[in-house]
T-cell receptor, first 114, second 113 residues
Framework: DADVTQTPRNRITKTGKRIMLECSQT?????MYWYRQDPGLGLRLIYY???????NKGEISDGYSVSRQAQAKFSLSLESAIPNQTALYFC?????????????FGPGTRLTVL | RKEVEQDPGPFNVPEGATVAFNCTYS??????FFWYRQDCRKEPKLLMS???SGNEDGRFTAQLNRASQYISLLIRDSKLSDSATYLC??????????????FGQGTTLQVKP
């Protein structure tokens, strides 16, 4: 079984619709992240959370919101989707052990906004 | 200037070849460096961390040059299964504690028979 799961894996939606992407993990990690990946731009951080009551904006948070419902769950919402939010979205988890903090990624959600 | 820059390639090499990728980063306070591997349409996975003294893992060697702010990855005896995109990753804020990573756009390697 995968340690980090994302649902849905693929989604096509229309401009203006509200979309929620969900992430769950069984790794017991306290830290969770949402990234988007666009061709030629690499992965960019949208939001991150170091604990259930901790939410932080990343590099490109405009147009997105998140909810950390439990340590194992971190959801990303697009309140009103627009075409330039078409991208591959990854959730990641980590926990600090000594000086290391390796991030483990989910399989990704491919989102298309028409 | 991008915080982490890589040559996107693609690098097309025959099996058995040695290939090297370089990456530069802009934040001189960065403390932690990594190479991730990403297969087509899959999630990134940690390949190896990069230590100041350089480190090796089988056919893979990573090196860090802090003075010039660049990181390299050397792959020896390339295999078909090495075909993937290699992401240079830097912990972007100079702290080993916050976990925020900055990703390069990736370098694509295609190993041919």
């Amino acid at each position: 079984d995968a340690d980090v799961t994302q649902t849905p894996r693929n989604r096509i939606t229309k401009t203006g619709k509200r979309i929620m992407l969900e992430c769950s993990q069984t790794k017991g990690h306290d830290r969770m992240y949402w990234y988007r990946q666009d061709p030629g731009l690499g992965l960019r951080l949208i939001y991150y959370s170091f604990d259930v009551k901790d939410i932080n904006k990343g590099e490109i948070s405009d147009g997105y919101s998140v909810s950390r419902q439990a340590q194992a769950k971190f959801s990303l919402s697009l309140e009103s989707a627009i075409p330039n939010q078409t991208a591959l979205y990854f959730c990641a988890t980590s926990t600090r052990r000594g000086n290391t903090d390796t991030q483990y990624f989910g399989p990704g959600t491919r989102l298309t906004v028409l | 200037r991008k915080e982490v820059e890589q040559d996107p390639g693609p690098f097309n090499v025959p099996e058995g070849a040695t290939v090297a990728f370089n990456c530069t980063y802009s934040n001189s306070a960065s403390q932690s460096f990594f190479w991730y591997r990403q297969d087509c349409r899959k999630e990134p996975k940690l390949l190896m961390s990069v230590y100041s003294s350089g480190n090796e893992d089988g056919r893979f060697t990573a090196q860090l040059n802090r003075a010039s702010q660049y990181i390299s990855l050397l792959i020896r005896d390339s295999k078909l299964s090495d075909s993937a995109t290699y992401l240079c990753v830097v912990r972007g804020d100079g702290s080993s504690n916050t976990g925020k990573l900055i990703f390069g756009q990736g370098t694509t390697l295609q190993v041919k028979p």
